[in-house]
Antibody, heavy 122, light 107 residues
């Protein structure tokens, strides 16, 4: 079964850090670009970051650029999001999502994890 | 950034009704448009990619059309399990952007 499972969410104070992980199974992880998409409580979807299959191409939303770092370990079938200098507006469910196609830039997200909640509050 | 505007924001329809949602891009995005369904408390699910291609396993009552700036998503016969919020998403330019969502309810 193709599956993505996120972990690492939790409650953190403003200015703090958190590292999210996404474990992939059931497909050749190293062949696909991967993404993080978030959803603030009661709000819509916001793309956060993308990384190509070999980590050669990395993209960020302006709202997280300079604070968040996406990475992957193809040997461990894992995707990561290191989040620093967290703000209240980063509070959201964070989803990892696979790209539908083998491409360098994000296109369509065909497999999603269940999400992990990040709450930034004092 | 490319702005994606969906309408309506919400709708209420009866089982068996034809439901149409529109999505307008702030600039030409060719056919680089996807549609997702999100049920409460669940992750989004890809339904339509490249404006009109049905994702594998998605029922044929769902369809999409359009190109350029104007796109349409249709449920030909609304079913109780279609209660969800639907989002369009463009990938012509970075950042990838989503519409604000359309909440579909049963009347």
């Amino acid at each position: 079964e193709v599956q993505l499972v996120e972990s690492g969410g939790g409650l953190v104070k403003p200015g703090g850090s958190l590292r999210l992980s996404c474990a992939a199974s059931g497909f050749t992880f190293s062949s696909y670009s991967m993404n993080w998409v978030r959803q603030a409580p009661g709000k819509g979807l916001e793309w956060v970051s993308s990384i190509s299959s070999s980590s050669s191409y990395i993209y960020y939303a302006d709202s997280v650029k300079g604070r968040f770092t996406i990475s992957r370990d193809n040997a461990k079938n894992s995707l990561y999001l290191q989040m620093n200098s967290l703000r209240a507006e980063d509070t959201a469910v964070y989803y990892c999502a696979r790209d539908l196609r083998i491409a360098v830039a994000p296109r369509a997200f065909d497999i999603w994890g269940q999400g992990t909640m990040v709450t930034v509050s004092s | 950034d490319i702005q994606m505007t969906q309408s309506p924001s919400s709708l209420s329809a009866s089982v068996g009704d034809r439901v149409t949602i529109t999505c307008q891009a702030s600039q030409d995005i060719s056919n680089y448009l996807n549609w997702y369904q999100q049920k409460p408390g669940k992750a989004p699910k890809l339904l339509i990619y490249d404006a009109s291609n049905l994702e594998t396993g998605v029922p044929s009552r769902f369809s999409g059309s359009g190109s350029g700036t104007d796109f349409t998503f249709t449920i030909s016969s609304l079913q109780p399990e279609d209660i969800a919020t639907y989002y369009c998403q463009q990938y012509d330019n970075l950042p990838v952007t989503f519409g604000q969502g359309t909440k579909v309810e049963i009347k």
